[in-house]
């Protein structure tokens, strides 16, 4: 059922061509937000959009978060279609197989950084200045984090540096943001079930040396979870929400 405090509000969600953030796109459409979808891979955003048809209103368009232009285009033309932005989801990340600490070549380093944490600034960025500036003025800014934005997995350096820094960022921009009524939370994820993850259920690395089979949870606890996230006032917020698989290894991993 539709909220209608949700009603004509109007959504950004980057890395909306699957997993997390196609679920949380049919979420917020399905709440009443006019949702714009993006990501790299415009057939995957399309895909996104025929399969949301129903739920609420779309807006693809195709933008790469570490690079300022495309960043740019992406917010001026979700101004231009919708007029305002309330919500920002930044949620379009990489990650880089597993490998040893001594063999990270730079550039895979660089390439995760560039689009986990750049990726996040330049759209949080972006974000700020149409939020500051509208009426009703303000917005709310929700950061994709990650288990490993507490504790990593074994040869993750890239990633578990990249989550670490969006952290850091989520406090600057909760605290930046609150002349402007900008408000800015973090979901951490732990194991959700998406095609990205799927290694998961199969087996994967543990701090002890072992390879085991990690339980999963529905990619639609997550949405629901930024759901609730996003329908609090801006009076209110969830700084740092952890949302898990309850039998993960990540309460005593290690």
């Known amino acids: 059922m539709k909220a209608p405090d949700l009603y004509e509000k109007v959504a950004v969600v980057t890395g909306a061509g699957g997993g997390i953030g196609r ?18 891979r415009r057939e995957a955003l399309d895909e996104t959009a025929r399969d949301a048809k129903g739920r609420g209103a779309t807006l693809v ?6 690079d300022p232009l495309s960043v740019e285009a992406l917010f001026a033309e979700t101004l231009a279609v919708f007029g305002r932005l309330d919500l920002l989801f930044n949620n379009a990340g990489v990650g880089i197989p597993s490998g040893l600490l001594e063999d990270l070549e730079p550039d895979q380093f660089n390439r995760v950084l560039a689009v986990n944490v750049t990726g996040t600034f330049l759209c949080t960025q972006a974000a700020f200045r149409i939020m500051k500036d509208q009426s009703p003025r303000g917005g709310r800014i929700i950061n994709n984090g990650s288990i490993s934005a507490h ?9 578990t540096a990249s989550k670490h820094a969006v952290t850091g960022m989520t406090k600057s921009t909760a605290l930046d943001g609150r002349k402007y009524d900008i408000a800015c939370g973090q979901i951490d994820i732990g194991n959700a079930a998406t095609d990205l993850a799927a ?39 969830v700084p740092f929400m952890t949302v898990m698989a309850t039998k993960m290894p990540y309460i005593g991993r290690g």
Do not use: C, K, W
Not at 23 to 40: D, I, K, Q, W
Not at 151 to 159: E, F, K, L
């Open 61 to 66: 368009v195709p933008a790469d978060v570490a």
């Open 151 to 159: 504790v990593p997995r074994p040869n993750s350096i890239a990633y």
């Open 23 to 40: 679920a949380v796109a049919f979420a917020l459409a399905e709440a009443g937000y006019s949702v714009v979808l993006a990501g790299r």
């Open 199 to 237: 290694a998961m259920a199969h087996g994967v690395p543990q701090a002890n040396g072992t390879i085991m089979a990690e339980p999963m949870m529905d990619v639609r606890d997550v949405a629901d979870a930024v759901l609730y996230m996003a329908g609090l006032p801006l009076t209110a917020n």
